[in-house]
């Protein structure tokens, strides 16, 4: 497909990212010529990778595909991601898409827009009548492994995909399918291409991370395990893990000397029990707090860096009260968090928790976001002021802004210095 342009657009997670940069360079591999967003050049096909966890980012997504319609007339437009598994038949009819792949469809992305572009896709009465459907309902069960590129400094790679829990609020399940996994032995494959562009860190990504191993029987241990042993990389974190995944036998052995980082992002999504409860998690405050309580006793000393703790939550969950609300402020208050990543209850078609009494406003909702973030700032600030002093190593990132270049802690504090090419890419030793 020599002299074809294609233009990428993702929309969402850093899972999304993973695999958008996987179709891309596959895509190179076939003979495409990449354009970027801001390119006046006109793109023969557009992929368009799509989020659905809110409204919101639904409403997002339609209003993209239209832009890249009017601003690429001849273009074939290309949907995936949760949106295009969510909304399939919806998207179908929006003028100027082509081809939408769902959440079972990913590893046939790249080959079916070639064969579409050629004139040689099959439809389903074609590939019923030459005896192909069920090979070809086989490949789609495939999971697509993935890893992002363009960064110098930091890859996100997939390992998992899927979720089998069902909480009431979310369509992640619906999106994304069953809780899966990549290999340990083609996820640490993936991992020796990234060491070799010469990137020094990896994020592991996934859906539902911690629950890794349910389609190969191997264990998330196991995997971070092997990912230890790969040369070239010299930073892991994990990019979220439920609380009830994160094992004492995890902690311990990051703890005993690893090249996994003093950083953990874990969703809380509310601090009140009985919400907790009623949305279908699987643990209770005790025990949030307890598992934050056994990382900082085993990966905290004095004189060394203190753990950075991201953790999600969601304001205005159907019965959230104002005392509701405040448990949940109260909580997130008495863990001292380094961040909080704040969502505003988005109500989901076909979820438990759109059928639940109790809605809250859009207007209550906004007040609360603005008091959780508020006192995310001021926990920022004190996890920055309670690691002055301490030694820590800084990979510094390529990019230059007004003459500095900054770059991330062990425990992601963000440290600015004066720019120096030759540093770039490079993990040196800082006092915070």
Known sequence: MGGMKI???????????????????EFIKEGFEVIGPRSKEQADVCLINTCAVTETAEKKDRNLIRKMHRQHPGAAIVVTGCYAELRKESIQKIEGVSLVFGAKQKTRVVKDTIAFLKGELLSEEDLQRKGLAEEYREISKDTLPAFS???????????????NNFCAYCTVPFARGESRNIP???????????????VKEIVLTGVNTG????????????????????????????????????????????????????HFHIPLQTGSDTLLHSMGRHYTTEFFASRIDYIRKAMEAEGKPKVFFGIDTMVGLPGETEELF??????????????????????????????????VSEKVKE???????????????????????????????????????????????????PFDGSLSGKIIDVVI
């Open 149 to 163: 590129t363009g960064e110098r400094t930091r890859s996100f790679l997939k390992v998992q995909d899927g979720c």
């Open 367 to 417: 007040e609360r976001v603005h008091r959780l973030e508020e006192l995310s700032d001021r926990l920022h600030a004190e996890f920055i002021k309670a690691n002055e002093g301490v030694h820590e190593k800084v990979l510094l990132e390529s990019s230059e802004k007004d003459g500095m270049m900054a770059g991330y802690t062990g425990n992601y504090i963000r440290i600015e210095r």
């Open 211 to 262: 629950d890794y191993g349910r389609t190969t029987g191997e264990s998330f241990l196991d995997l971070l395990k092997a990912l230890n042993e790969v040369d070239g990389i010299e930073r892991y974190r994990i990019s979220s893990i439920e609380p009830n995944l994160i094992t004492e036998e995890i902690v311990d052995w990051i703890a005993s000397g690893t090249k996994f980082q003093p």
């Open 184 to 198: 340990i032995c083609e996820v640490v494959k993936q991992a020796r291409a990234i060491a070799a562009e010469g």
């Open 326 to 359: 405040m448990e949940t402020y109260r909580f997130i208050e008495s863990l001292h968090p380094a961040f909080v990543h704040i969502f505003p209850y988005s109500r989901r078609p076909g979820t438990r928790a759109a059928a639940m009494d109790g809605q």
């Open 7 to 25: 233009l990428f657009l993702t929309l969402g997670c850093k899972l999304n990212y993973a695999e958008t940069s996987t179709y891309e360079r």
